[in-house]
């Protein structure tokens, strides 16, 4: 039970008309990977921003290791700063430098010195192999470096999880693999994640539990050995055919970085 | 006859004109600064109550004629800045009103600088954990300056001109300097009034000229532009 990093209970959010979750619970325990997928427009992003209160749920608790979030006595800011999140288009900050954009959090919001915060930051670029391009301003860098600084400035926090969600989908297909790589990399070293994501390649190499959404719902989860070998419900295997028809060839290429990571 | 002594029409007007037109130019942008961002940020964040008065001071303030406000600050609540000495009354009119006019057009400046920031930016900062004030301070404001930066630079030009209109409510800026010199010598007209719009032009071109091609490139808000 203590365990248990990331409690998500009974999670329900509308917006106007549309329910977009409708009851979504599981629980993410220490170093845990889980992969959630599913259509696009099926809550996905909504389901990571409820989780760290940024878009409030209607109805439903989050907890953090047993603090309930929206408690009038936990401060929410500084709950959000114990929860990582790396976004689909990055989202660094356009007017600083990627050391800087990795030690505002620990400076200005840990409270480090200025140097312990430029420290740690380092560390953390060095982590992600990005510690030469520490100078370079966002828009001097790649799309695979940026996200790999935003992977950073999560690191950096040393929060208890890292949400991540679709962080390659906005990449070229050739800057994806130094990307999921460094997901990889931090997975193993017992990172607890929970990642929103089509790489199946990646979710079959680390994922602990595989959660497929639709429709607002938990239609079906397991590990990725079920998904992969004998899935349920006809929704996952229609999905799950259809990432291989879309994704099929490049998916392989980036399964074999997986694999031959796991070997 | 000998011709008018332009360089001494120059150095009079610079000396006597330009400081209260400066001051009225510092004070009116300082004030619509202050008054402009706060605008801005509730256009951008505040509540619906918040939105609405903004939007109804933008249209309302814009709507009037600055000599209209500048009569309005100077003569027309008389008592209003009583804290200051009666002589600087009508200059401190004059700024004020030029302030809170300044502050409409720049309240649309920085809401569209603001908003050119991109919402991605504000949501990672409070992901970090960073307070909404944070975020502002750390992230939104310092490139939301830099990308107002032209526009801003354009009100700059238009405030310092329209400080001539003090010139009615007898602020001895640019204009009023040169009307008395006028006045005692007609003959000076013409070139009184070509000295006037080389000091404007020597206020502002450069300025704008600099800053016209700094910053993020948005698009022209706020006012017609005066120089690029
Ligand atoms: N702030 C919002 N206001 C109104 N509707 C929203 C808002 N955020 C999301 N939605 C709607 O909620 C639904 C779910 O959106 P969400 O972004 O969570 O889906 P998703 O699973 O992440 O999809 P994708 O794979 O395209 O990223 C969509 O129909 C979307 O239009
Ligand atoms: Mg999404």
Redesign the interface.
């Known amino acids: 039970m203590s365990d248990i990093v990331l409690r998500v209970e009974d999670v329900w959010k509308s917006f106007g008309d549309l329910q977009v979750l409708r009851g979504i619970s599981f629980d993410v325990a220490e170093s845990e990977v889980k992969v959630i997928f599913g259509p696009s427009g099926s809550g996905k992003s909504t389901l990571l921003r409820c989780i760290n209160y940024l878009d409030p749920p209607d109805k439903g608790e989050i907890y953090l290791r047993g603090k309930r979030l929206g408690d009038p006595d936990t401060d929410i800011n500084k709950i959000r700063s114990r929860i990582g999140f790396v976004f689909q288009h990055f989202n660094l900050f356009a007017h600083l430098k990627a050391i800087d954009n990795v030690a505002i959090g620990p400076e200005k919001v840990l409270g480090l010195s200025k140097e312990e915060a430029r420290e740690r930051a380092m560390r953390a670029l060095k982590h992600v192999k990005m510690d030469k391009w520490a100078d370079h301003y966002p828009a001097q860098l790649s799309g695979g470096q940026q996200q790999r600084v935003g992977i950073a400035r999560a690191l950096a926090m040393e929060t208890d999880v890292i949400l991540f969600d679709e962080p390659t989908s906005a990449l070229d297909p050739e800057l994806i693999g130094e990307v999921l790589q460094t997901m990889l990399d931090i997975a193993k070293e017992g990172t607890t994640m929970v990642v929103v994501t089509h790489e199946m390649g990646f979710a079959r190499s680390v994922a602990d539990e595989m959660i497929f959404i639709d429709g607002g719902v938990i239609v079906e989860r397991g590990t990725p050995h079920h998904f992969f070998t004998s899935p349920e419900s006809e929704r996952v295997q229609q999905f799950l055919h259809k990432l291989d028809e879309l994704y099929g060839q490049t998916r392989d290429e980036r399964r074999t970085i997986a694999e031959r990571d796991q070997e | 006859m000998q011709g008018p002594d332009i360089p001494r029409l120059f150095a009079v007007i610079m000396e006597r004109g330009v400081p209260a037109a400066l001051q009225i130019t510092f004070f009116g942008l300082g004030l619509g600064l202050l008054a402009g961002l706060s605008l801005a940020l509730m256009r951008v964040y505040g509540t619906a109550p918040m939105r609405t008065f903004a939007e109804l001071y933008e249209k309302t303030l814009r709507g009037i004629p600055v000599l209209v406000l500048i009569y309005i600050f100077t003569f027309g609540v008389p008592g209003l800045f009583w804290f200051v000495d009666p002589l600087s009354r009508p200059i401190v009119g004059a700024y004020v009103a030029l302030g809170i006019r300044s502050a409409a057009y720049q309240s649309q400046i920085f809401r569209g600088a603001i908003l050119s ?2 919402e ?2 504000v ?9 909404n004030f ?1 975020a502002q301070v ?2 939104v404001l ?2 939301a300056f ?1 990308i107002a930066l032209p526009a801003w630079s354009n009100e700059y030009a238009v405030v310092i001109k329209d400080s001539s209109f003090a010139s009615d409510v007898g602020v001895f800026e640019i204009l009023k300097v040169s009307l008395n010199i006028t006045a005692s010598d007609p003959r000076l007209w013409l070139p009184a009034m070509l000295v006037v719009t080389l000091i404007y032009f020597i206020f502002t071109y450069p300025v704008t000229r600099y800053f016209g091609k700094k910053g993020g490139g948005m698009a022209q808000v706020g006012r017609e532009i005066v120089w690029q």
Do not use: C, D, E, H
């Open positions: 920031v991109g991605g930016q949501l990672a900062a409070r992901s970090l954990g960073m307070t944070q750390y992230i310092p490139q830099k």
